[in-house]
């Protein structure tokens, strides 16, 4: 694994749902950056932006590796995507280890932004602030549209693309992101192939440069991790073993938070929450999920009672996060 030391447009918008850590993060961003298919992590293309994204986003490290295939004198072709998940997973562990309290953000070039957005789909124990597709591979081999792993992602996503990338048709994108459950926004560079290397022709025509095409690029990904980090979105929030209440860290917050809520969980009374968020500096607001527990489980005799299912409890929690998401970023 690869990592250095810690150091001192056009753009499209989906707003759904952002989910985060209930942990203030004010720190600068671990980005964890996986390679494509064909070229390994230190490849001229990564490595450049490996730099770019490190001055980007100020972030304190980047994180790069080759997947096992890739290791050895001996070239061999990549195996599924899924058979990838495990190994990239445990890079992710590393980092947010090595780097407690930073938001993570997994990046990837082709291939590796899919395996990235499969481990950031199912991870269970670590929060992944946000997803960086660098030229996702949306089209297969045989041509399909490969939308099933963009579906169940809930963390916000940012694509940057090619206009001329074969392998991600920009009609088919945009019917996939519009299908897609968290905020998402696309960069489109001009003229751009699926390492966004732009034609010479294209280029005099439009009177650019291959440098401040990426460099506009760069802006919009630096603006789309800004925003996400402006909001903060709290699912249960708890009180403390002892039953105290621990409303220290929320009331240092100065970004705009919405809080998910069971109305049956026992570790965060609504009326102490009541309490705290009329204490709180920021614009705040609650849902709650009738009959809900800590993990928003709702009785099957409550949802008989209410002629509801817990899909639809949890699909209104979802319109109320978006509308506040909305609102807050207006």
Same mark, same amino acid.
């Given at each position: 694994?690869?990592?250095? #030391?810690?150091?001192?447009?056009?753009?499209?918008?989906?707003?759904?749902?952002?989910?985060?850590?209930?942990?203030?993060?004010?720190?600068?961003?671990?980005?964890?950056?996986?390679?494509?298919?064909?070229?390994?992590?230190?490849?001229?293309?990564?490595?450049?932006?490996?730099?770019?994204?490190?001055?980007?986003?100020?972030?304190?490290?980047?994180?790069?590796?080759?997947?096992?295939?890739?290791?050895?004198?001996?070239?061999?072709? #990549?195996?599924?995507?899924?058979?990838?998940?495990?190994?990239?997973?445990?890079?992710?562990?590393?980092?947010?280890?090595?780097?407690?309290?930073? #938001?993570?953000?997994?990046?990837?070039? *082709?291939?590796?932004?899919?395996?990235?957005?499969?481990?950031?789909?199912?991870?269970?124990?670590?929060?992944?602030?946000?997803?960086?597709?660098?030229?996702?591979?949306?089209?297969?081999?045989?041509?399909?549209?490969?939308?099933?792993?963009?579906?169940?992602?809930?963390?916000?996503?940012?694509?940057?693309?090619?206009?001329?990338?074969?392998?991600?048709?920009?009609?088919?994108?945009?019917?996939?992101?519009?299908?897609?459950?968290?905020?998402?926004?696309?960069?489109?560079?001009?003229?751009?192939?699926? *390492?966004?290397?732009?034609?010479?022709?294209?280029?005099?025509?439009?009177?650019?440069?291959?440098?401040?095409?990426?460099?506009?690029?760069?802006?919009?990904?630096?603006?789309?991790?800004?925003?996400?980090?402006?909001?903060?979105?709290?699912?249960?929030?708890?009180?403390?073993?002892?039953?105290?209440?621990?409303?220290?860290?929320?009331?240092?917050?100065?970004?705009?938070?919405?809080?998910?809520?069971? *109305?049956?969980?026992?570790?965060?009374?609504?009326?102490?929450?009541?309490?705290?968020?009329?204490?709180?500096? #920021?614009?705040?607001?609650?849902?709650?999920?009738?009959?809900?527990?800590?993990?928003?489980?709702?009785?099957?005799?409550?949802?008989?009672?209410?002629?509801?299912?817990?899909?639809?409890?949890?699909?209104?929690?979802?319109?109320?996060?978006?509308?506040?998401?909305?609102?807050?970023?207006?």
């Amino acid at each position: 694994m690869d990592s250095s #030391p810690p150091s001192k447009r056009r753009r499209h918008t989906k707003d759904a749902e952002f989910e985060s850590s209930s942990t203030i993060q004010n720190s600068s961003p671990v980005v964890i950056f996986a390679h494509g298919a064909g070229a390994p992590s230190s490849s001229d293309w990564m490595q450049r932006w490996k730099t770019m994204l490190k001055d980007a986003l100020q972030a304190v490290d980047v994180v790069t590796f080759d997947y096992p295939y890739m290791s050895g004198a001996k070239k061999r072709a #990549p195996p599924k995507a899924e058979k990838l998940v495990e190994f990239h997973s445990n890079i992710v562990k590393e980092a947010a280890t090595k780097y407690p309290g930073h #938001p993570l953000i997994l990046a990837g070039k *082709s291939m590796g932004s899919r395996v990235g957005c499969m481990v950031a789909a199912t991870l269970k124990d670590i929060n992944v602030s946000a997803v960086l597709c660098l030229g996702y591979p949306l089209k297969g081999i045989n041509g399909a549209v490969r939308d099933e792993t963009l579906l169940q992602l809930t963390v916000p996503t940012m694509f940057v693309q090619g206009s001329k990338d074969n392998l991600c048709p920009l009609e088919k994108l945009e019917a996939t992101r519009k299908k897609m459950k968290p905020c998402n926004e696309l960069h489109v560079i001009d003229g751009g192939d699926h *390492s966004f290397k732009i034609g010479k022709k294209h280029l005099q025509a439009n009177g650019s440069t291959q440098d401040a095409a990426e460099a506009v690029a760069l802006q919009a990904i630096a603006a789309f991790i800004s925003k996400i980090e402006k909001l903060a979105i709290v699912w249960t929030e708890d009180s403390g073993i002892n039953g105290a209440v621990r409303d220290e860290t929320l009331l240092q917050l100065t970004v705009p938070t919405m809080f998910v809520q069971g *109305s049956k969980d026992n570790l965060c009374p609504l009326e102490k929450l009541e309490a705290t968020r009329k204490k709180m500096k #920021p614009c705040n607001e609650l849902h709650v999920i009738d009959g809900g527990d800590h993990s928003f489980k709702i009785g099957k005799k409550h949802l008989q009672a209410n002629g509801s299912t817990q899909d639809a409890a949890e699909a209104v929690a979802l319109q109320a996060i978006a509308a506040f998401i909305s609102k807050s970023l207006e």
